[in-house]
């Protein structure tokens, strides 16, 4: 049987046909899959990745120490909010060098580089009951690598990585939900009404588009005060102008179809005709769009993390990583900064080459010409 020869069933063919497309799309179903599992994939599930060891501060990737780990008390955390957050009281890690038991404690000697670290002790009491001898060293000791090092704090960086590929990609889908709703609603009115409506929306977007991106949205985030969700709603709020525009210009070609004067005979208001027949009419370019805009706001938001305003310590960002060791570049830790630094790369990259896959594919001049 022949294949039926859609727009759609085309356009998707086509984009199954670009390897790079199809690469890119799975590199971030890969990072999406990173982003909703971070706290269960991390080495350091604690909330934020935030367990400090400042005797393995800046280690190299690789690096493995034996730990001593202090059970934290009892806590009534949920399992979903330890899923989604991590553990609020995660149990303690220490460093240690070598370790002895007594009767009733265990004796043992601080991380150090230089191996002269002071010798502690630990009750046995600050462990569960049924703890003995025989079992403590199996469960309470053990050998910990960090695969991609430490940070100048001594926190794993492989789990940093891991939490901060969700600040990345929340910060994404955030503002391009936002962008998408005042660009679309914008545009298809100033389309589709025309006059005054599009003389007042076009002056608007025109005032907004000759504001520097990097300007306008410090400007917000300073007006909105520093933090997470603050940077969300700043990013969203620049973002809208291009799919505005784009809109503008598809809803006023397509109001002159035959079919919208169709529905306009049958009585149908304004409001079903733009949103039952132009709109759907008109979204491929600004799917197209908004994958661009998810790369534009990676790399803003990273850029804002960079200059202190964005997404504030702890929470783990990518670009608040490169900031706190940028200088370890020159003192010959680079890694610290070139991980990140590889990180919005790839992730930036993977977008712009979906949204290049996706402009091909819907390309309508070459669909036209196949059907």
């Not at 020869?5 to 984009?15: D, P, Q």
């Not at 703890?131 to 704090?153: P, V």
């Not at 890694?335 to 996706?358: D, H």
């Amino acid at each position: 049987m022949r294949e039926a020869a859609s727009l759609t069933g085309i356009a998707l063919r086509k984009y199954k046909k670009d390897f790079r497309g199809v690469f890119s799309f799975l590199f971030l179903i890969f990072c999406v899959f990173l982003a909703v599992f971070a706290y269960v994939l991390a080495p350091d599930n604690s909330r934020n990745a935030n367990q400090m060891h400042l005797s393995l501060h800046s280690r190299n990737p690789g690096f493995e120490v034996t730990m001593l780990t202090v059970p934290a008390q009892v806590s009534d955390q949920p399992k979903l909010s330890k899923f989604f957050f991590g553990i609020k009281n995660p149990d303690t890690e220490i460093p240690v060098s070598s370790y002895t038991f007594l009767e009733d404690a265990v004796v043992y000697t601080d991380y150090t580089e230089d191996g002269g670290g002071a010798e502690k002790k630990i009750d046995f009491s600050l462990f569960p009951e049924k703890t003995t001898l025989s079992n403590f060293e199996s469960q309470y000791i053990s050998q910990k690598k960090f695969f991609f090092g430490t940070d100048k704090y001594g926190r794993d960086l492989l789990s940093r990585m891991l939490i901060g590929t969700r600040v990345s990609l929340s910060i994404g889908f955030v503002a391009v939900f936002i962008s998408l709703i005042i660009g679309v609603s914008l545009g298809a009115l100033a389309g589709y009404f025309g006059g005054k409506t599009d003389l007042v929306i076009m002056w608007l977007i025109n005032v907004t588009w000759s504001v520097p991106t990097l300007l306008l949205v410090i400007a917000i985030s300073l007006a909105l005060g520093k933090g997470f969700w603050q940077v969300f709603i700043a990013v969203g709020l620049t973002m809208w102008v291009e799919v505005a525009r784009v809109v503008r210009g598809q809803v006023m070609s397509i109001r002159e179809m035959e079919y919208v004067a169709a529905a306009r005979a049958l009585g149908y208001n304004g409001f079903r005709i733009l949103t039952k027949h132009i709109l759907p009419n008109a979204m491929a370019p600004v799917i197209i769009i908004s994958a661009a805009n998810f790369a534009t706001a990676i790399l803003v938001e990273s850029g804002l993390s960079f200059l202190g305003i964005g997404a504030q310590p702890p929470i783990p960002s990518w670009g608040g990583i490169i900031k706190d060791h940028y200088s370890y570049i020159i003192l010959g830790k680079p890694f610290l900064a070139i991980i990140p630094g590889l990180a919005i790369m790839s992730l930036v990259t993977a977008f712009m080459m979906t949204g290049n896959a996706l402009r091909d594919a819907f390309d309508v001049r070459s669909n036209s010409e196949i059907l």
